[in-house]
């Protein structure tokens, strides 16, 4: 089978930096990788309309010396209100009946993609979570009545679902992702099924959401609800790599150097080493001091030598604190 399409996104601003990142990793850390790398560009009208989105021409020029495709396409239903529904509304620039897999820009290629089977794999996604969604309210309903509540709304058997090794109530016995990464089969299927559903649950949510966030949270609710009606589920050991040797979801450039093995900053380092990428980068003022100035090496990584919290928001605090933190 031919090697799947791989998707990203790109905008003026950070992405557009952050998706020569990936694009340079792909070529650094997969030299062996056969499919397409596209780029989806959302245009400044739609849902975008008044704001500007367009990449810059010296990142244009570089994506495609790395090879990457940018294809344009215009967001409907998102936008700018909520812009993680782009990856929902950009999957329609994918080639229909072909293998994909959709990655966050924030990640960094750090070895041999080719080797893992995203053409074959079920629809699966990122399991590299934690228990962001839902918050149940004191007197109910709890996980299991919220997700219920969304697996009978689109006809899915709730039960085939669970991860009954989990006691009950505990946020991992529901299929819960992250959407840093994705795969399936046909985007046209995937896609439609993505964007249909994500629209039911934020214009018409049942009554078991009434205390819930949706915000930034609808995504990350709709794909597994997506994944499972197409008889995907949470990734087996073949896809490993997608949350370890082969992919990093880095999710910002302070975080990498807070909490990656040395192993992922060398590779970030190396990818992002030859001249025509550091002159595009070091306009972006993240990569400029982090990786060109050293000083995620010499001043965010000594922040954390005592080790790591266990989750990402105090991370992100200490980040802040020390002026090492840019949105």
């Not at 992702?177 to 795969?183: C, V």
């Not at 880095?250 to 150097?257: D, G, I, K, S, V």
């Not at 605090?317 to 002026?323: W, Y």
Request: a neutral charge.
């Amino acid at each position: 089978m031919a090697a799947p399409n791989l998707l990203i996104l790109a905008q003026g601003g950070r992405l557009e930096f952050e998706a020569i990142i990936f694009a340079a990793s792909l070529r650094h850390s997969a030299p062996g990788f056969a499919g397409r790398l596209i780029v989806a560009e959302p245009q400044p009208d739609g849902a975008w309309a008044g704001h500007g989105t367009r990449i810059g021409d010296d990142t244009r020029g570089l994506l495609a010396d790395l090879g990457a495709e940018i294809l344009p396409f215009t967001a409907r239903h998102f936008g700018a209100a909520y812009p993680y529904g782009n990856k929902i509304e950009a999957l329609s620039v994918l080639p229909a009946g072909q293998p994909f897999a959709f990655f966050d820009t924030d990640t960094l290629i750090t070895g041999p993609l080719e080797q893992v089977p995203l053409a074959t794999a079920r629809p699966a996604a990122s399991m590299r979570r934690e228990g962001t969604w839902p918050e149940p309210p004191l007197y109910g309903p709890g996980y299991g009545g919220i997700w219920k509540s969304l697996y009978d709304r689109f006809g899915l058997d709730f039960a085939s679902s669970l991860d009954l090794s989990q006691p009950d109530e505990h946020w991992e016995r529901y299929l819960y992702f992250n959407a840093g990464w994705f795969l399936g089969a046909d985007p046209a299927v995937f896609g439609q099924r993505f964007l249909d559903w994500a629209l039911s649950i934020r214009d018409n949510p049942p009554d078991e959401l009434a205390c819930q966030s949706l915000d930034p949270w609808l995504d990350q609710v709709t794909l597994p609800l997506v994944i499972h009606s197409l008889g995907g589920g949470r990734p087996g050991p073949d896809l490993a790599g997608l949350d370890g040797g082969a992919t990093c979801h880095y999710r910002n450039l302070p975080l990498l150097y807070a909490r990656e093995p040395d192993a992922v900053l060398a590779v970030l380092e190396a990818a992002t080493a030859p001249n025509r990428i550091k002159k595009r980068l070091k306009e972006w003022e993240p990569a400029r001091r982090l990786v060109y100035q050293g000083k995620g090496r010499d001043k965010v990584r000594p922040l954390f030598a005592g080790g790591l919290p266990p989750r990402e928001k105090p991370i992100r605090q200490v980040l802040r604190k020390n002026g090492w933190w840019w949105d």
